[in-house]
Every structure is written in structure tokens, then in C-alpha cells.
């Protein structure tokens, strides 16, 4: 490297750092890099770390953070053009079209902080399938520390690890949201509030990025049920879907303003799982019925929570149809009828005309799909 | 030389288990006419069907084995449960090897065992109880689900006729009811 600072050039020499902290950048930048699928043998190995790192590599790490979340938010979803509200200090919210960084002038900072750092150290210092110390929750844990945690995820359930034993994931609500399953393998989710997530624009953007993601990931969980042969893991998946998805639309509602878009990503997934037109047994097609009719029933119900936040998103949809025209959230109505409207529409017009009568809509099929997996017929008798 | 002595030891347990089952579902009835109408149509088909009115408008049927169907027509739901219960008296017996015959350790140890294999069999009466009380509500569920199909089908079709009714003149009902389909013609 070259420095040019007095018209000659002179060599910078480059930065130097101690093996475990070389450790420490690399698992950095396999959590915010090009490759979120890969599988990383660091974390499956234990080395001794101290508490502190030298400003070099400090350095290095920070810019590894800065350089590689933004690439991360802007893959994961930033890059599309979406709508959402804009909250401009003043003014009366208004939507806006395009994309992430069309839609936030400037984008907010993300601030890594404590959490971020112990984090990584434990990620170093740990086997992260046989670990020896618990990762706590940091009480300063801010959105960028959540997101470092959340970007860790794939990563630690590809090599064994075990994140539904640790409160430093259990507690995030990000993780909450884009990993229920594995957080809730065992126990019950822990109640996490989504306000700040949620309320706080500078929080809240990062949650518009990662929408596809998110969608993406339940996705990737609503498939996992058919697969699914035992009853009481089929009820911990729906209880901790049905937990963390009333707990956020209960946020989104209570924010001001309501930021009903934000859940999106559920009517994206939605989409996806029901436009095709499968019957309710897709969901509960391997689940071991030999049990009491009522555990059997929870395991059915449970099997439809997704459905269920289908068909309440449903009914925010009719209730901003209803909004009029001189109300205050008037604009926020009509942007949540048209990003969501793939899901208002029947079929096409030529599966409508092959059909022998009309067609429902999605959030309809969805609400439907529910009250055949929860109804006396579905039993397995 | 030690001797090892053979002593024979007895354990037993009285239980009296208890196991039940259940579920509840809702008739999804169309918000036809305003609730209370539609609830006052659903009590008189449940009478009809032998079932009998209990506290807080709860309706009840409870047939020859027990099962217990009990319907809430305002609320619209259905709960169907059954239970049984079995008094156990059970008893083990094992020997087992010491070498004193006061062997106060050996013989704890072995009561022990005997409790805990005794517990376990409990456990599978529970188990077996409990599949009997599942198959009985099975057997019934599918009858019911029909009956409970029709009688929702017979109060749709009342209100609607009560509906139409409110709306203007009545000139024609005509039901089928093999594809139980009804047409109403109303002049308004």
C-alpha cells in the first residue's frame, strides 16, 4: 500500500494482527460476506481468546461490519423497489416508492456496539455445537448487534449449533422473527416486545430490507411441516409462530403511525404457499396421529398458524378498503390495497373461466385452508 | 464361605386412574341474521335433536357411552369429550439375592424396583385407557360431524328464509334436498 500524503510515496505497512484476532475478522467476514451459505469450520472449533482485541484489528473488524451488513441488507431485499411509509419529521407519513436507499435519504447509521464484540469473541472462543459458556443477551444490544445475531443464524444451524440454548439469540426479535423453528425446538418462545424494532425508524428500516428475506425463511419453515411426524413438534412450531407474529402485528398496529406494511413479508410467503393450490393434508401430511383426539387437534391447529396471520393481514386489507377518503391514514390504506393486492386477487382470468365457479382470493384460500385444519373433518378419522 | 440367601419380596399398588379426551370445533354458521335469531335457530334444531338446554344456554347431549357433546349457540362452537376411569390393584413379586439376610441396602434397593416397574405399569393402563377413550370418540366423530353438518344446513337455510323475508315478498322456496341447494324468489 501506497501513501501519498507529502508528493512522495511511501509504503504503509500493512496491519498486523494476533492469530485469534485473524479468527476474529474471518468469522466476521463470513457473517456478513458474499457466501451466507457456507459452512465456516471455525465455529466448530474451540481457541483461546482474550477480552480485548488491538486497534488494528479493531479496525479491521469494524470495517468488515460497516462494508458487509449494508451488502447484506442491500442482497436480502434492500435492492428491490417496495413501498413503505415515509416519516419525515413535520409532515404527514406519505408512501414512498422504490428502492432502500430511494426510499431513506440518508440511510439511517447502524451503530455496532458491545453485544456485536462478544458475540464474535464467543464465536471464536467456542465450539458452537458443545459450547462452554452461554452467549447472554447484552443489555445495550442495538438493531445492528441484532442483525450481526441474525446473519449468525444460518450460519450456527449449519454446523450443529444450538442458538434455541442461548438467551443472546433467544431474546432478539430478529431472530424471533426470521427463526422461530429453531428458536422454539425445545421450549416455548421467550416474549420479546417488537415496538423499538418497529416504532423507531431507524430500527424499522432494517426490517423493511430484509423483507424477502424474512419471507424467504417461513417459506422454508411452512415446508418443513410436512415433514413433520411428531405432534409436540409440530405444536411448538405453531405456538411460536402464532407468539411471535401476534406479538409483532400487535407493534405494527401500535406504532405511530401503524406500520401495517411491515408485514409484508407474510403476505409474500403467503403467496407462495397458497397460490398453488394445496389441500390442507400438505401441511399435516407426516404427523404420527396415533394420540388423544385433543393433542391431535392442537397439532392441527398449530399446523395452520401461518394460515391464520393470513387471514387476519386478510382483514386489514378489507379494513383499509373501508378507509375514507379525507381520513388522516387514507394514503397508508391505499398503499397496503395495492402492495398487497397479488394477494386480493383470484386466479388469473384464464384459471377463472377453466374453473366451474368463482375463484377466492388468497387471504380467502388461506382463511379457508385454517378452518378445514381446525375443524372436526381434519382429525384423520 | 458367605452364603447368599434368597429372599422373596411383594409389592403392591391400589390406583384409581382417570383419563379423558376431547375437542371443540365451531359450526361456522354465516352471520345470517343477527346473533341472538341465529343462536334461537340453532337451540330449537339441538332440541330437536335430543339435545337438552343446561346453565348458561350450554346445550348437552350425552349418549348411551358417554360420549358428551355440549354446543354453545351463541358462541357457535362444539365440544365433544369422553371419559373413563379404572381402579387398579396391582401386585408384583421378585426375588432376589443377599448376602445377609438382614440386608436392609439390598432389600430398599430391590422395593425400589419393584415401585418403579409397578408406576411403569400403571403408566400403560393410563396408556391403554386412553387409546379405549380415543377410539370411542373417533367411532363417534364421524356420525356426528354429519349431523352437526345438517343441522347447521337446516338453521342456514331457516334464516335465510327469515332473511328474505325481511326483504320483501316471498314468492317461491324451493329446496332440494339430495344437493341440499334452496332458492328463494323474493319481489322487493
New interface residues.
Given amino acids: 500500500m501506497t501513501d501519498r500524503t507529502d508528493g512522495t510515496e511511501r509504503e504503509r505497512p500493512l496491519p498486523r494482527v494476533a492469530g485469534s484476532e485473524a479468527q476474529m475478522i474471518q468469522l466476521a467476514r463470513a457473517l456478513v460476506g458474499d457466501d451466507n451459505h457456507r459452512y465456516v469450520p471455525l465455529l466448530r472449533r474451540r481457541q483461546k481468546f482474550g477480552e480485548q482485541i488491538g486497534p488494528s484489528a479493531m479496525a479491521l473488524v469494524q470495517q468488515t461490519l460497516a462494508r458487509g451488513v449494508a451488502m447484506q441488507l442491500i442482497r436480502r431485499g434492500g435492492w428491490q423497489t417496495r413501498r413503505s411509509l415515509a416519516l419525515r419529521p413535520g409532515q404527514a407519513p406519505q408512501p414512498i416508492r422504490g428502492r432502500l436507499w430511494d426510499r431513506h435519504q440518508p440511510i439511517p447509521a447502524l451503530h455496532f456496539g458491545p453485544a456485536s464484540f462478544a458475540l464474535l469473541a464467543w464465536l471464536v472462543r467456542e465450539d458452537v455445537a458443545r459450547p462452554n459458556r452461554e452467549l447472554d443477551r447484552h443489555p445495550q444490544t442495538t438493531i445492528a448487534d441484532d442483525l450481526l445475531h441474525y446473519f449468525a443464524m444460518e450460519h450456527l444451524l449449519r454446523v450443529g449449533g444450538r442458538p434455541h440454548e442461548h438467551a443472546g439469540f433467544r431474546l432478539s426479535p430478529l431472530t424471533q422473527l426470521g427463526f422461530p423453528d429453531a428458536l422454539a425446538r425445545e421450549s416455548a418462545l421467550p416474549s420479546v416486545e417488537f415496538d423499538e424494532l418497529v416504532g423507531v425508524p431507524e430500527h424499522a428500516f432494517v426490517l423493511e430490507a430484509l423483507q424477502s428475506d424474512l419471507a424467504r425463511r417461513w417459506v422454508e419453515l411452512e415446508r418443513t411441516k410436512g415433514t413433520i411426524e411428531s405432534l409436540e413438534a409440530m405444536i411448538l412450531l405453531g405456538d411460536a409462530q402464532r407468539s411471535v407474529l401476534g406479538r409483532l402485528f400487535a407493534a405494527l398496529e401500535r406504532a405511530k403511525p401503524a406500520r401495517r406494511e411491515l408485514a409484508g413479508f407474510v403476505v409474500e410467503a403467503g403467496y407462495q404457499l397458497v397460490h398453488r393450490g394445496p389441500d390442507r393434508r400438505w401441511w399435516t401430511a407426516s404427523l404420527d396421529t396415533r394420540?388423544?383426539?385433543?393433542q391431535?387437534?392442537r397439532a392441527f391447529a398449530a399446523a395452520a398458524a401461518l394460515l391464520d396471520a393470513l387471514s387476519r393481514l386478510g382483514r386489514w386489507v378489507d379494513e383499509a378498503g373501508l378507509v375514507a377518503h379525507f381520513d388522516d391514514d387514507y394514503a397508508a390504506a391505499q398503499m397496503l390495497l395495492v402492495s398487497w393486492q397479488f394477494m386480493r386477487q383470484a386466479p388469473s382470468a384464464a384459471e377463472r373461466a377453466r374453473a366451474a365457479g368463482p375463484r377466492p382470493s388468497g387471504f380467502e384460500r388461506a382463511a379457508a385452508l385454517a378452518?378445514e385444519l381446525?375443524?372436526?373433518?381434519s382429525?384423520g378419522? | 464361605m458367605s452364603r447368599a440367601y434368597r429372599i422373596r419380596l411383594s409389592e403392591s399398588l391400589r390406583r384409581h386412574i382417570e383419563v379423558d379426551?376431547?375437542?371443540?370445533?365451531?359450526l361456522?354458521l354465516l352471520d345470517i341474521l343477527p346473533r341472538e335469531q341465529m343462536a334461537e335457530l340453532l337451540a330449537r334444531e339441538l332440541a330437536a335433536a335430543g339435545f337438552e338446554e343446561r346453565d348458561e344456554g350450554q346445550w348437552v347431549r350425552v349418549d348411551d357411552e358417554g360420549v358428551v357433546v355440549r354446543v354453545d349457540p351463541k358462541q357457535g362452537t362444539?365440544t365433544?369429550s369422553a371419559a373413563s376411569e379404572q381402579d387398579l390393584e396391582l401386585t408384583k413379586t421378585r426375588e432376589i439375592r443377599a448376602y445377609a439376610e438382614n440386608d436392609v441396602v439390598t432389600r430398599e434397593r430391590a422395593r425400589a424396583d419393584i415401585q418403579a416397574s409397578l408406576e411403569s405399569e400403571v403408566g400403560e393402563h393410563e396408556k391403554a385407557l386412553?387409546a379405549k377413550?380415543?377410539e370411542k370418540?373417533?367411532g363417534k366423530?364421524?356420525d356426528?360431524?354429519q349431523e352437526?353438518d345438517k343441522i347447521s344446513n337446516r338453521v342456514t337455510g331457516e334464516a335465510l328464509k327469515r332473511k328474505a323475508a325481511s326483504l320483501g315478498e316471498v314468492q317461491e322456496i324451493s329446496e332440494d334436498p339430495e344437493t341440499g341447494s334452496l332458492t328463494i324468489r323474493v319481489k322487493i
Fill in positions: 394420540a388423544p383426539l385433543a391431535r387437534q378452518r381446525e375443524s372436526l373433518h382429525l378419522v | 379426551d376431547g375437542i371443540c370445533s365451531s361456522e362444539v365433544v386412553q377413550v380415543t370418540l373417533e366423530l364421524g356426528l360431524r352437526l
